[in-house]
């Protein structure tokens, strides 16, 4: 890219869409002067469009789902309709196969041939996408360079049915919105709140209906898991325990979270169960990862609407034994200074969303 025409460009807007199980988000950012601006961005809710309360799961028509992004867009007073689109991790299948050396050009049929292997439905059905893990020994010698190729190579597989994206290009239709590609929602996270390194990182994404975790290695994805139990859980779980209405427990939750000091024992006591069943199982993962790879994880990284929860990263500091923080997506891009502290706040719930619009401000370059 020459500079001079670079001075002459327009600057593009784009946005990044999450459509979460509790609620939609988008962020618009343009580039300017080789950085990331961000111009607005909004969150609502998706509750109440199936008639049900703030922060819990639903099953939306499509034509409901059409309507609250149109309303985001609305009230978030965007300018572009060309977008990214995350996906569900629900909506994928991700596996890791070996597959013997092979020529680059046979590398797609022999990934398909070993990710039948996995995939319960005709290949047919599915939009199959891979990537070779890169080899970590860059500096061996040639000697051992030639075994590790005669061992073959290990490639992420990602399948995603034919069906799903059908649904999402109709709602995007609807909405006006262009898209230019749809990407599973961990990799959109990772763009927005790994730094470049070697580091290996665990992701946790706390959202209302699931809690997501995945481990990264040198930028790239190692290994995910998917636990039933999100934030809404806490919530129904105070709602039966307290005997209080679930708006009344989310509205809890919200305001005390494990805060809430001695009056709220109760209140305290219910939150941290449900936490630490989920960090058990976090550290579960993290463990056996550490093990089978001999790699010691380094940070645990919070993101999704779940973690905002007062008193979160505390405890999960006392959870696991290494360092945690909660995402700073926005620190991705260029913000209002006199914002900072609500862009701090917010940014565990916008890391899929910054992700996604990430992506497309690389692709117009
Ligand atoms: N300040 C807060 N304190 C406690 N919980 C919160 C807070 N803000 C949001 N939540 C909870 O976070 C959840 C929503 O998180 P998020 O927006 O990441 O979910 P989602 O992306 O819609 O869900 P999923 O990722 O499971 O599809 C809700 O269950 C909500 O109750
Ligand atoms: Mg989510």
């Known amino acids: 890219m020459s500079f001079l025409s670079n001075i002459f460009k327009k600057e593009t807007s784009v946005l990044g869409v999450d459509i979460g199980s509790s609620a939609v988000k988008v962020v618009q950012v343009k580039k300017k002067r080789g950085k990331a601006v961000l111009e607005t961005y909004g969150e609502l809710a998706l509750g109440p469009y199936a008639g049900i309360e703030v922060g819990r799961a639903v099953q939306l028509p499509a034509e409901k789902i059409i309507e609250a992004i149109k309303d985001i867009l609305r009230e978030a007073k965007t300018t572009t309709l060309n977008c990214g689109t995350a996906l569900p991790l629900s909506a994928s299948l991700i596996t890791f196969v070996n597959i013997p050396p092979v020529p680059d050009k046979q590398m797609a049929d022999v990934v398909a041939i070993e990710a039948?292997?996995?995939?319960?439905?005709p290949l047919s059905e599915v939009l199959l996408d891979f990537s070779v893990i890169p080899k970590e020994e860059q500096y061996v010698s040639d000697d051992e360079t030639t075994k590790t190729e005669k061992q073959g190579q290990e490639v992420l597989v990602v399948a995603i049915h034919n069906d799903y994206i059908r649904?999402?290009?109709?709602?995007?239709?609807?909405?006006g919105l262009n898209p230019s590609f749809y990407e599973?929602?961990?990799?959109?996270?990772?763009?927005?709140?790994?730094?470049?390194?070697?580091?290996t990182n665990m992701i946790i994404d706390m959202g209302a209906r699931s809690t997501k975790l995945y481990i990264i290695e040198?930028?790239?994805?190692?290994?995910?898991?998917?636990?039933?139990k999100g934030s809404q859980d806490i919530t129904l779980a105070l709602?039966?325990?307290?005997?209080?209405?679930?708006?009344?427990?989310?509205?809890m939750k919200r305001t005390f979270g494990l805060k809430g000091g001695p009056e709220y024992k109760e209140l305290t006591e219910i939150?941290?169960?449900?936490?630490?069943?989920?960090?058990?199982?976090?550290?579960?993962?993290?463990?056996?990862?550490?093990?089978?790879?001999s790699k010691n994880v380094s940070k645990v990284i919070l993101t999704g609407g779940g973690v905002l929860l007062k008193g979160f990263t505390d405890l999960?500091?006392?959870?696991?034994?290494?360092?945690?923080?909660?995402?700073?997506?926005?620190?991705?891009?260029?913000?209002?200074?006199?914002?900072?502290?609500?862009?701090?706040?917010?940014?565990?719930?916008?890391?899929?969303?910054?992700g996604a619009a990430l992506r497309k401000l690389a692709e117009l370059e």
């Open 116 to 121: 039948r292997k996995y995939i319960p439905v």
């Open 167 to 175: 649904d999402y290009q109709s709602i995007m239709a609807g909405c």
């Open 184 to 199: 599973i929602e961990i990799f959109s996270s990772i763009r927005a709140v790994v730094d470049q390194g070697i580091a």
């Open 218 to 228: 040198r930028g790239v994805l190692r290994s995910s898991h998917i636990i039933n």
């Open 239 to 251: 709602s039966k325990a307290l005997s209080i209405t679930v708006s009344e427990a989310e509205n």
């Open 271 to 293: 939150i941290t169960v449900n936490l630490d069943y989920m960090f058990y199982e976090a550290n579960a993962a993290l463990l056996s990862y550490q093990k089978k790879y």
């Open 316 to 354: 999960a500091k006392i959870s696991f034994q290494t360092e945690v923080t909660n995402a700073d997506p926005f620190g991705k891009l260029e913000t209002p200074a006199f914002l900072a502290e609500e862009f701090a706040q917010a940014g565990p719930e916008f890391a899929v969303a910054i």
